[in-house]
């Protein structure tokens, strides 16, 4: 199974919420942190996507010629 940041998204809030109910500052910006990580892995993984999509694309077009 690819994470592709939503496991990384799930967990951070865990803590960020565990650490917001606990006043552990600490715990709740780790949670903040993993958040934005998997949030990055997205984007990444979008991007990744796109551009194979594209690169795909270019390569049907010259073979078609």
Do not use: C, P, R
Request: no cysteine; hydrophobic share 25%.
């Amino acid at each position: 199974m690819t994470n592709n940041g939503k496991i990384d998204k799930v967990v951070g809030k865990v803590k960020e919420t565990t650490g917001d109910v606990t006043s552990n500052e600490e715990l709740k910006g780790e949670g903040v942190l993993k958040q934005v990580e998997g949030k990055i892995k997205e984007v990444s993984s979008d991007i990744k996507d796109k551009t194979e999509e594209v690169i795909g694309d270019v390569k049907e077009k010259f073979d078609n010629k």
